[in-house]
């Protein structure tokens, strides 16, 4: 069940950049969509567990993974709906390289050998993915690029920082992540479309609202069985198991048109996925 829950997390992932695009095509940017699907659970833990509030409140560390859980949000979110899938949701998984550093500076950890290995492949899978066909730097070639680079670097963060905060209970720290996704989200939302950059949420009729609540309870669903697989499954399972996002995302992309796979991305992602693969082998070899 827990292996089971787990990939259902992963299933909801891999496929969330089609309901982000149709709503997008409705008339909602992402932002107001991550928005939407993320005050639902925020209500639920809020009345339920209303002890949590108190916690975070007096707890700044946990302000940090609010932050961090809302950037990462709100930037894969953007990304995926707006981008090439496949580059986006590959870019996104540089976060073992990500985590590395913030674990070296954050929480004062050692470089293994194998650390510096999966950095290797991590910034050697990028720069294939990356680099342009006329020659030149490997840098992201759009805001898409751009912004699963920054999700994974912040999924990074919150990841080290619910590493650090183990000790809070989790409620607060569900909390903190739900209440990232609908007040970062909605900032951002806010001084976009109050600047004429994106539209106000609009959609063309009351019946979208069902699809939306819809994918609002699904979301929350999904974020359940993370925490249930999660604690039920050493932390390198886990992590194998959440790798299954990938191909998910990328077969569907490919087939419903959401992105391309060459060669280039191909031999570059294998990189990328090997360094999140050495990552899950460190944790069991530290164990």
């Not at 990841?159 to 720290?173: K, P, T």
């Not at 390198?236 to 490919?254: D, G």
Request: aromatic residues 10%.
């Amino acid at each position: 069940m827990a292996v089971l829950a787990l990939m259902f997390n992963a299933l909801v992932w891999g496929l969330s950049w089609w309901p982000f695009r149709q709503f997008q095509a409705a008339g909602m940017h992402p932002l107001w969509t991550t928005v939407a699907l993320y005050v639902l659970s925020l209500l639920v833990i809020s009345i339920g567990k209303r002890q949590a509030w108190r916690e975070f409140l007096a707890t700044p560390a946990l302000w940090l993974v609010m932050a961090a859980a809302g950037l990462t949000n709100t930037a894969f979110n953007w990304g995926v709906a707006t981008g090439d899938v496949v580059r986006v949701v590959l870019l996104f998984y540089l976060m073992p390289l990500w985590a590395v550093l913030l674990a070296r500076l954050i929480l004062g950890e050692r470089l293994s050998r194998l650390a510096l290995l999966r950095m290797a492949l991590a910034l050697g899978g990028a720069a294939v993915v990356l680099a342009p066909e006329g020659g030149g730097w490997p840098l992201p070639a759009s805001l898409a690029d751009w912004l699963g680079v920054f999700g994974g670097f912040t999924f990074a963060c919150n990841n080290v920082m619910l590493r650090r905060q183990a000790g809070s209970s989790g409620e607060a720290r569900a909390l903190a992540m739900f209440g990232g996704g609908v007040g970062i989200a909605g900032v951002a939302a806010t001084l976009m479309a109050g600047g004429g950059l994106i539209a106000w949420p609009a959609l063309p009729s009351a019946a979208w609202l069902l699809p939306l609540a819809g994918m609002a309870v699904l979301f929350f669903f999904s974020n359940l069985s993370l925490q249930y697989g999660a604690s039920r499954l050493p932390a390198n399972v886990t992590a194998i198991i959440m790798l299954t996002e990938v191909p998910v995302a990328a077969l569907s992309a490919l087939w419903l048109g959401g992105g391309g796979l060459d060669l280039q991305t191909g031999l570059g992602g294998a990189c990328i996925l090997a360094a999140a693969l050495l990552a899950a082998l460190e944790r069991k070899q530290l164990k």
